[in-house]
């Protein structure tokens, strides 16, 4: 049942949640939607299969990493201007405490193979739906962004959108390539998830999803494939740069004009960091301080457009630290277990799982530079969490998961 509620929490809700019915009881009491029903229903069956008597590992070094992260981001409500009131408590636990539980329950159910590929199969799925959705839904008009047509298919955001497509891309190639679907069908899925990506017009998303390819194949050594996709790029790229939708947002005025803006926000973001260096400014700081650097601006509250920016801002020194190790420790053993000897890894797959971790991870932190709110996007936060833990929970050596699983 773990497994099932998993897949279908980070594969199919993000599909299905705008079309199902939420609770409101008002007078205060939080919503209950179908993303945070499934989320309390997965952790009942966590603690259910641990008063089982099942084996249920939460001590690894990643994991201990976000607690002290979310721990941080908890602390930091009472230095703000916000208090543990029933609007925040359940936004904390949507995301900070709900993404962790994710990590948790995928290193624990993604070290049966069984468990994994369905997972692998499913997201293969749910990204070819939201790819279609997104498609579909441009070519009926789109949706207006701040003035710019675009696709957001059933989610909030344009960009949201497209860098869980994004994430997707690495499992849908590992798929493809081990054969769980058939090559062809492998490449047409990337197809429709590059269409769905570029229909969101989202440059981050565009830009990070060719990246994705290149540091896949870069990093197994299949040169002659990129040589392919760079090839069939090119023409595909001077394609899209003749749609109006498309060509507007890449525009020398417009990125400019972006560009500066953004450089304004971070400057604004780096100065309420240099006041207050080690705490920061608390839950929300540059949210609620946007105004005091803007005062012209036609929005009163804004995040920094930067996760990094937005981190430092909030958390300071003292929270952006382990923020920034969250990224980097899952970085660091899939990239030793990269470099490694194939011959003395035990489990063949390994160096696969770390393929896409690292094809997860840069492209996720690249966006994090044009994006506030982007590390607590739950639902972006699923896939990410999920594709880092398929190889953390295959570096296991006797009781230290984290150590590569190596002949001796």
Partial sequence: MTTWLFVLLVC????????????????????????????????????VDFALGRRIKVFY?????????????????????????STTLPYLFDRVITPMIIAIIALNLFQNTTARNLYLKNILIASSVLALISIVQLILGGTMVLGEIRSAATFSNPNSLAIFLVLCIPC??????????????????????AGGIVCTVSRKGMATAVLAVFIFYFLKKRFKKIMVFTICLLPLAIGIAGYQVVSDRFSSEVMEKNITGRTEMVLAGLDMFAKHPFFGLGYKGYYENFSKYFPYSNQEKYDAHNMYVTALT?????????????????????SGIVRSDDKKLLNPELKDMAVICISSIIPFMLSGLFAGGLFYQHVVLFVLYANISMVLCCTKKSNDIDQPCVKQ
């Fill in 12 to 47: 199919y809700l993000p599909i299905v949640e705008k079309f199902l019915p939420g609770t409101d009881f008002g007078s205060g009491i939080p919503d209950l939607g179908p993303v945070r029903i499934c989320s309390y229903l997965l952790i009942v069956t966590l603690m």
């Fill in 61 to 85: 070094k990643w994991i201990l990493i976000l607690i002290i992260y979310s721990i941080i981001v908890f602390a930091s409500v009472s230095w703000s201007n916000y208090s543990y009131n």
């Fill in 172 to 193: 849908i190639i590992y798929a493809s390539e081990k054969r769980m679907i058939p090559e062809t069908i492998g490449w047409l899925i990337i197809a429709l998830v």
């Fill in 314 to 334: 909030d958390q300071g020194m003292l929270g952006f630290i382990p923020f920034l190790v969250v990224f980097l420790y899952p970085l660091y053993v899939s």
